[in-house]
């Protein structure tokens, strides 16, 4: 044997070891989820230092997330070990892509939650993670302006309609604050909250005489919004800064206001309308795409995200609350308490009227978004007839409903098919 | 009586006219230095002051938000990466850019416009429709995840602007010179090398921190190709849009400061291509 090749042999045994050794002790995370820098952060510090390998934990914005993920099922080969990622973002995938997780034996506490991993198929595809959902908040100085007799914990649309034009007579401008921004989240409020409250639907309702009165409602109480909300997308901020003092959004995107200011801030339930208190879940999902790496490692990570002492870490890192049953301990953070008491308070509330996720709309989820969107802004923004709008959507929303063949989810009843829009 | 009156009116015209131009030269930096300068206050507030209004106007000196940067995980490595792969865009667009512009501003050949265009083409399709393909490519053929597999697309981004900025300096040093030097014992290559290169070297240098911003500014590429090598921006800004403000501020002004230094660093050839003498 020359030199030469000993030295080959030697560098390509150590070229060998290394990337054997790389692709053991990373587990690449890909996330769409705890995405800013803080909860970023705080993935890596608090909840993934416990596990047994090193984690790569890689959050994304939607577009790389998806380009990234389809890549390396289109090559045959990957890096991504776990996927991190909403229901809304598993659902518009195709279900083989992903590894059947029944073997795991870990599941949420919720059989509601576990049908949804299943993706319409029989086996498991996500493995949920952890949940959110959209509550109100309020600076304490609104609470004077409550209408006579109004309990915050059991507000009516009209009531809330009623505080905050209190609030903009006492104040001289408006200051409720809704999501309506690029990134807000302004779709879930109407297909979440609006809807089931006031037509007991999302889609079989959504031109209907109730509906006409919902975006009457609506139309009211954005007379009493900031204008500038159509540039608002995270409401915690214009919670801090005073531009809004009455809010809707996403619990965590709410966090940082009742954590740097707990004095400052109330949470409280989202209101009821005449067919009750609608009220809409966030739900995340692990699961392992079939191309991932390290097989054993990943499925190890998913195993350990849902054990209770790292869903406790998660809901301190990301304001996410755990999908297992958990004990409370006494020194969760502002953030978590007022919220927590919230939606506690919401889906505990008589008239509660949950709704479940859209789901089995695959890759439309963000047509049938766009349907509520647009319904918004031309009804609210530029002062079209509502009926005109309304019907005119309604064609959009049945080709999508028809298209993916989609049946009903609750609160609509449910369907034989395709989900009519009646 | 009418001359007095003509030459007060243009004393009067020209003092206008040095108003306006001030005013102008003035205005125009406000317009660059003053976001940078809320910037800078805000990366040195506490969180508190950030959501407050009015702003202060001078800085309070609270470190917090940028510790905070300190101590992220991969910040370092993500900024040399930044680096390496700007470094890398910049070589590899001037090496190819130019010579390409230097046959379409001397030579004649069939499809010369068809070609210009073809360039201009490379900036037709958006990245994320282009991303998804050249990641499957990128993974079968080993460059995903590399320094190099990015720079080769960055170049790409660049390469219509190198090519166009070096064309049309190659099209201001007229043939004649060239000329000369061939009478006087020149080829073609020594030509190039001692008559139009030192001519040149201003605009290439241009040429080349237009690839480095192009390079510096990419996200989409950057967060579909690399995993492990990430770039700074890759790396933070996809995660800064939905971060609290105070480090949103912090994040933006540590996005801005090295491309900041390094176009101050390099400025005057970016006056010299504008024309300006070097001063």
Known sequence: MTLHSKLFGAASGLVVACTAFAAQADVLFWSTQAKPVEEAQAMRDQVLAGFADVVDYQPNDGGPWITRLEAELQAGEGSIGVLGALHGDFSAMNPDDLMDLDELGVSAASDTFNSLGMLGTDSVQYVPWMQASYIMAANVEALPYLPEGADINALSYDELIAWTANVHEAQGRPLFGFPAGPNGLAHRFFQGYLYPSYTDGVVRTFASDEAVGAWEAFRELWSHTNPASTNFNILQEQLLSGDAWIVFDHTSRLAQAFNDRPEDFVAFPAPAGPTGRGFMPVLAGVAIPRTAPDMEAAQALIAYMLEPETQLATLRATNFFPVVDVEFPDDLPPSVRAAGAAVATMSASPDANPGLLPAGLGARGGDFNRVFVDAFHRIVLANQDIRTVLDDQAETLAAIMEDTGAPCWAPDAPSEGACPVE | ?279
């Open chain 2, 1 to 279: 009586m009418t001359d007095t009156v003509a030459i007060d009116a243009s004393a009067d015209t020209r003092k206008w006219g040095k108003v306006l131009y001030v005013s102008t030269v003035v205005f125009l930096c406000a317009w660059v230095l003053v976001p940078i300068y809320f910037l800078l206050i805000n990366t040195l507030s506490s969180p508190e002051t950030v959501t407050s209004f009015p702003k202060p106007f001078w800085p309070e000196f609270d470190l917090a938000s940028l510790t905070f940067f300190a101590g992220f995980d991969g910040m370092l490595s993500a900024l040399k990466n930044s680096i390496i792969v700007a470094a890398m865009t910049m070589v590899m667009s001037i090496v190819i850019g130019a010579p390409a512009g230097y046959a379409l501003s001397r030579f004649e050949f069939r499809g010369k416009g068809t070609f210009r265009l073809l360039i201009l083409l490379t900036r037709a399709f958006p990245l994320p429709l282009l991303a998804l393909p050249l990641a499957v490519l990128f993974i079968r053929t080993g460059l995903d995840d590399t320094a190099f597999g990015l720079a080769l697309v960055h170049t790409t981004l660049a390469i219509p602007f190198s090519v166009l900025i070096t064309f049309s300096l190659f099209s201001g040093i007229p043939i004649e010179l060239e000329e000369a030097a061939w009478t006087l014992g020149c080829n073609r290559l020594t030509a190039f090398q001692k008559v139009v290169l030192p001519l040149i070297l201003p605009g290439i240098t241009a040429s080349a921190i237009f690839a480095f911003v192009i390079s510096w500014n990419e996200v989409f590429a950057a967060a579909v190709l690399t995993i492990e090598n990430r770039t700074l921006t890759a790396f933070l800004l996809q995660n800064l849009n939905t971060s609290p403000l105070h480090l949103k501020f912090a994040g933006g002004f540590i996005l801005v400061v090295p491309a900041l230094i390094f176009i101050f660093a390099v400025r005057k050839y970016l006056f010299a291509m504008w024309g300006i003498a070097n001063r």
